[in-house]
């Protein structure tokens, strides 16, 4: 018995020999020469997918091959190359995978120009179901007769559940 | 046309049910190659075992070249380690192919001593602590091994530990391809 | 039997408790619907002690499941992987939802919570009516019951070589966030099983009238309110838990809550037509299912593998296939219902172009194309892929960009809402109540980056003005409504807070997106660094003990000029059995502003790499929700919803009884009109 619990507890501290910070968000120190540059840093590790992880930005990302990554980002934008050369030297090497802005091509059409045609689509729909005609002044002063002799039938204690007042105007309705 | 408008939201499900159940026998974490049929890029990286030597992609360059990459975090390269041993020991493979390393954001001592003490089956092993050879590679992880042919041009990317099995599904047809197309002077 | 067996036994109690559960949920599917058809009454009473029998066995066996986890029985796996006696007991009882087999069994747990509550709740509902929504409800609960029990088992045992102590709960789940979060979204997300079921039933029998919408729209707005809680609560979780300052991903687990929040949104507003106009009913039975399957194409996302996300269980593609099959029938089988039985009948309710149905139904639209939108966004590498066409990947730009347009048109006509008239807009009516509010909006938002942030900026001036409008015109119309009839009915109010609060969340969003900063530096001990007005000191590293963890906790200071502001702590953890690292922010919340500061590496010379961001506004994204939420309960506490009492007396009073029993429904049709 003082044996498994020895066993257990060498187990326990090995393992905390053994941190890996993993969840931890990572924080790079990097210097910058200007703003512009930071921010462009910044942006474009948020553009870019860590190739191995669960879904995470190369900003967020505690994994090994997402701090290289930053580092050969850093050194790119250093070395003063523009934003779309760093983004086609990244697909050369990772494939469109790392882009979490898909680039428009014959593949992605459905997927930039969808939401614009569907909102075209409801347009067409909500034009065709206003295409009833709409309510006149004729239609308005009917109801209120109907209203009348509705009100008389309520008073008359007559019980009425929303349903049978329904049923009940369809019957007005169709005298 | 009213009865035909009914049926379109069925449709609709029905073509996204397909397309799931599809996406089911799909791996989203299987990931090709960006680089296969792309030259190897270029480096100049130290080595392994000696700070002060400079090796580039000159110093690959020749033969068929299996491109291991390898790390001392990486349980799975312990698992993998004694294969490729008695693969860098065969012979006739020996004589065709030449094994190196890619030890990839490691510290030096640690992988020089896990090298000592598991056998060193690589030519030699690239120091890439920084991990910039691995980004240029394309390189999710550890271990990955890229195969190379003699001019220079990747060939393929294998993610994951090799063993027999793996070998003679993976690798063995292709190699055998690259020392035909060597000799027919391809 | 060996008496000290029994305590082993135990959590077999708690398995059996749900294949009673089981039995009760089939019977449930069955014997209401046979009432219904032969008509016995009978039968159909049977439907809410079913229901009871249903309910009281799951309360059962997840109790015996918290109760295990508590007592540390890691004899049960699901118990061994998920916990550790370390762990404070708060966290033990919510590992009971930490992994997929639990949370599998709350989110069963939550249908039949709905469903016993649907069944003590509709005195003022027809007998067959009833019987057929818990009928329906019976079968959803038959299919994930199974699918609990065949392949997701929480009670699966390591018996007799039970582990002595277990893998412990993820420390990324061991935070209050994950105590109310699950429960919330899953009372959210299972809760539009209840109109769902009204949808089918209304289907079933031909009912669907301005009666069935009136019957369903509290559940509805009841589902609502959870989830929009539920969503909240992740994205305030994510923010102060994983340390990078941001509040959405755009992960597709994420989206999948979204999404059935998008269109719940568009069915409380078309059953809100249903129930006054008579009109849209095809319609809001449509998006009734809708909601309800976007629901289950969540559950499936998230636990058959088929996406990568941060929040997935472990995946699993035979579950997938079995949740696959389940979404198959349910979905299936309701729109083909739906394709058959949808009504024929062209509702007799006309409008005008001009009109608030016009309005709504142009929000719907606009909120259906939204949801769309999300999915075509979330499942389009899946697509991608599947036809062979390599991997991509969509995240946070793509759904940013289209996303931002189809949510401003959405704002601008909700402020046409609730100023316009029903049916038909009086001429030049419309123009005079929205010049004011438009005016004011528009001057305010232009001026508000001007003199907010010291220049104009296109952004937050339309979100500003997106936002001034939709709260000015909610306002308007209180005051109208006010001035109208001298009294405000709750749903009035629930409206009115509600919208109020899309509009502060419009407002957080717009300001923390467009004025946050973010700086990453070394500091060393006594450093100082600026960050928009506010200085941050660093004081040093002190090393504290938690009851399961170790950290290294930083002491940093916070002024503002000569002011001392705060003192925040962060950490960086390490949990003991999982050997996982784990930063936890300290923040400086405030209403207008939030300082957020993590810790990075150690560096060199007792220098360590510290993260800080200022985060203005960014509380008005939860409060807004929170907002939306109160309008919701509101909403469902209007007098309309509540069950008119009995009142035993003479014949006299009895008279008046009725007559003010039936004022309400004069009332209700002077509002059709």
Redesign the interface.
């Given at each position: 018995m003082l044996n498994r619990v020895l066993f257990i507890v060498v187990m326990m501290f090995s393992m905390l020999l053994t941190i890996n910070t993993a969840q931890a968000s990572p924080v790079e120190t990097f210097e910058f020469q200007d703003d512009v540059t930071k921010v462009r840093f910044q942006a474009l590790s948020k553009e870019l997918r860590c190739p191995k992880c669960q879904n995470q930005n190369l900003a967020d990302s505690n994994s090994t091959v997402a701090s290289a990554l930053r580092l050969d980002l850093y050194n790119l934008l250093i070395q003063g190359r523009s934003d779309t050369e760093i983004i086609d030297l990244m697909v050369g090497r990772y494939g469109e995978f790392v882009l979490y802005r898909p680039r428009v091509s014959n593949v992605t059409y459905i997927l930039w120009f969808g939401p614009a045609l569907l909102i075209f689509i409801g347009m067409i729909v909500v034009i065709v179901i206003l295409r009833k005609k709409p309510a006149t002044n004729e239609e308005l002063a009917l109801n209120i007769e109907q209203q009348t002799k509705l009100k008389q039938l309520l008073a008359d204690d007559v019980a009425v559940t929303p349903t049978s007042k329904l049923a009940l105007n369809k019957s007005i309705k169709s005298k | 046309m009213n009865k035909i408008i009914r049926f379109l939201p069925l449709i609709l499900v029905i073509a996204l049910g397909v397309v799931l159940y599809r996406g089911l026998s799909l791996n989203p974490q299987d990931m090709p190659s960006a680089l296969v049929g792309k030259a190897m890029p270029d480096f100049s990286l130290s080595t392994l075992s000696d700070a002060n030597k400079t090796v580039t992609k000159a110093d690959l360059s020749g033969d068929i070249v299996l491109l291991n990459v390898w790390a001392t975090w990486c349980p799975t390269c312990k698992y993998e380690h004694p294969y490729l041993l008695e693969l860098a020991s065969d012979p006739k493979l020996k004589a065709q192919v030449t094994l190196y390393g890619v030890n990839y954001k490691d510290e030096r001592i640690p992988a020089q001593q896990w090298l000592a003490h598991y056998k060193d089956p690589y030519q030699f092993s690239i120091f890439d602590d920084e991990g910039l050879l691995g980004v240029k590679l394309g390189v999710f992880g550890a271990p990955e091994t890229f195969v190379i042919d003699h001019h220079g041009i990747i060939r393929k990317r294998f993610a994951g530990a090799i063993d027999v099995r793996v070998w003679r599904k993976e690798f063995e047809p292709l190699i055998n391809q690259l020392i035909l197309e060597k000799q027919q002077g391809k | 039997m060996n008496p000290q067996l029994l305590p082993e036994l135990f959590p077999e109690l708690g398995h059996i408790a749900l294949v009673i559960a089981f039995a009760f949920a089939l019977c449930l599917s069955v014997i209401p619907m046979i009432g219904v058809h032969s008509n016995q009454h009978k039968l159909m009473s049977y439907a809410k002690p079913l229901t009871s029998g249903m309910f009281i066995f799951t309360a059962i066996s997840i109790s015996i499941l918290a109760y295990s986890f508590v007592i540390d029985d890691f004899s049960i796996k699901y118990i061994a992987n998920h916990s550790n006696s370390h762990l404070p007991y708060y966290f033990k009882i919510s590992a009971v939802w930490g992994g997929h087999e639990g949370s599998l069994l709350l989110w069963v747990f939550s249908l039949t919570a709905w469903t016993m509550a649907v069944a003590q709740f509709s005195k003022n509902v027809?007998q067959e009516f009833i019987a057929r929504v818990l009928a329906v409800m019976g079968m959803i609960a038959v299919g994930f019951i199974a699918f609990t029990l065949l392949t997701s088992n929480p009670f699966e045992r390591l018996w007799p070589n039970a582990p002595?102590?277990g893998r412990d709960l993820n420390?990324?789940l061991q935070d209050v966030g994950l105590i109310i979060h699950p429960p919330l979204l899953y009372l959210g997300y299972v809760g539009f099983a209840v109109a769902f079921a009204f949808a089918v039933a209304a289907l079933m029998s031909g009912?669907m009238?301005?009666?069935w919408a009136?019957w369903s729209r509290p559940w509805t707005v009841g589902a609502w309110m959870f989830l929009t809680l539920g969503i909240a609560l992740g994205s305030w979780w994510a923010y102060y838990e994983?340390?990078?300052g941001?509040w959405w991903?755009w992960?597709?687990v994420e989206n999948a809550s979204f999404m059935p929040w998008l269109i719940g949104t568009a069915l409380i507003h078309s059953l809100a037509v249903t129930e006054k106009r008579?009109t849209f009913r095809n319609w809001t039975i449509?998006l009734a299912?809708?909601a309800f399957?976007l629901s289950l194409l969540g559950t499936?996302l998230v636990r058959?593998?088929?996406?990568?996300?941060?929040h997935?269980f472990a995946a699993d593609?035979s579950r997938?296939?079995f949740i696959?099959v389940l979404?198959?029938i349910t979905?299936?089988g309701s729109?083909?219902l739906?394709?058959?039985k949808?009504s024929?009948v062209a509702s007799?309710s006309?409008?005008?172009?001009y009109s608030r149905e016009?309005a709504l139904?142009?929000c719907n639209?606009?909120l259906?194309?939204a949801a769309?939108?999300v999915l075509?966004?979330t499942?389009?590498?899946?697509?991608?892929?599947?036809l062979g066409?390599?991997?991509?990947?969509?995240?946070?730009?793509?759904f940013n960009?289209?996303f931002v347009p189809?949510m401003s048109?959405l704002f601008i006509i909700m402020g046409i809402g609730p100023l316009i008239r029903w049916?038909?807009a009086k001429k030049g009516e419309l123009r005079k109540q929205l010049i004011k509010p438009s005016v004011f909006s528009i001057a305010f938002g232009l001026l508000f980056p001007v003199v907010y942030g010291g220049e104009f900026n296109a952004l937050v001036a339309m979100g500003i003005i997106l936002a001034s409008w939709v709260f000015l015109v909610v306002v308007k119309d209180l005051l109208n409504q006010y001035q109208l009839r001298s009294t405000l009915s709750l749903s009035q109010w629930g409206m009115t807070v509600a919208h109020a609060g899309i509009a502060v969340t419009i407002v957080g969003v717009t300001l923390v997106s467009s004025y946050e900063s973010?700086t990453?530096?070394?500091m060393a001990l006594h450093e100082k660094v600026e960050i928009s007005g506010y200085q941050i000191e660093f004081n040093g590293i002190k090393h504290v003990e938690g009851p399961n963890y170790s950290a290294e906790q930083g002491q940093i200071n916070v002024y503002k000029g000569d002011d001392f502001v705060a003192l925040l702590q962060p950490e960086?953890r390490?949990y003991?059995?999982q050997?996982?690292?784990?930063?936890e922010a300290g923040i400086d919340g405030g209403l207008f502003r939030d300082i957020y500061v993590?810790?990075?590496?150690p560096?060199d010379g007792g220098a360590w790499?510290?993260?800080v961001h200022y985060k203005p506004f960014v509380r008005w994204i939860w409060l807004g929700a929170l907002f939306m939420a109160l309008g919701g309960i509101l909403a469902m506490m209007d007098k309309r919803y509540r069950v008119k009492k009995q009142v035993k007396s003479s014949s006299s009073s009895k008279?008046e009884v009725?007559?003010a029993n039936?004022k309400p429904?004069?009332q209700?049709?002077?509002e059709?009109?």
């Open positions: - | - | 027809e002595l102590e420390p990324l009912k009238d301005a009666a009136r994983l340390g990078w941001g991903f992960d597709p008579g449509l299912i809708f399957s499936f058959s593998g088929v996406i990568t996300s941060v997935s593609p997938g296939v696959l979404l198959a979905v299936g729109l083909t739906y394709a058959f949808a024929n007799f006309r409008f005008s172009l016009t139904l142009l639209i606009i259906v194309v769309t939108t075509l966004g499942l389009y590498p899946l697509l991608v892929d599947a066409y390599g991997k991509i990947s969509v995240g946070p730009p793509y960009a289209v189809i048109f049916k038909k973010e990453n530096v070394k960086r390490a003991r059995v050997s996982m690292g784990m930063t993590a810790l990075g590496d560096l790499a510290i993260r008279q009725k007559t039936a429904s004069i209700a049709v002077s059709l009109s």
